[in-house]
């Protein structure tokens, strides 16, 4: 059973940090190319970041250069997202993907983020 479950977030002040934790099972996690994606409310889901496999190469959209590290520990099928000086206008909930060409596209539950002060 394919599962991507993912936590950390949570209510942070503005300038906070968060990291989000993406376990991944069911599949070779390994071989898939891991990305990030945000949902704000009435917005439509949008790209975050996205790390490659093997390599680890990352690539970010715009507003999370620099604020935004992604990481994966493929020893324990499991994704991260640190995310550094927040704002309000990251509040969002974010997810996590896992897809592989030919094999599967799978995505996690999301997990809320609010900033807030």
């Known amino acids: 059973q394919v599962q991507l479950v993912e936590s950390g977030g949570g209510l942070v002040h503005p300038a906070g940090s968060l990291t989000l934790s993406c376990p991944a099972s069911?599949?070779?996690?390994?071989?898939?190319?891991i990305r990030w994606y945000r949902q704000a409310p009435g917005k439509e889901r949008e790209f975050v970041a996205i790390?490659?496999?093997?390599?680890?190469?990352?690539n970010y959209v715009d507003f999370a250069k620099g604020r935004f590290t992604a990481s994966r520990d493929n020893a324990k099928n499991t994704a991260f997202l640190q995310m550094n000086s927040l704002k309000p206008e990251d509040t969002a909930v974010y997810y996590c993907?896992?897809?592989?060409?030919?094999?599967?596209?799978?995505w996690g539950q999301g997990t809320q983020v609010t900033v807030s002060a």
């Open positions: 993907n896992a897809r592989a060409t030919g094999s599967g596209d799978y």
């Open positions: 069911g599949f070779t996690f390994s071989r898939y190319t």
């Open positions: 790390i490659n496999p093997p390599s680890g190469a990352t």
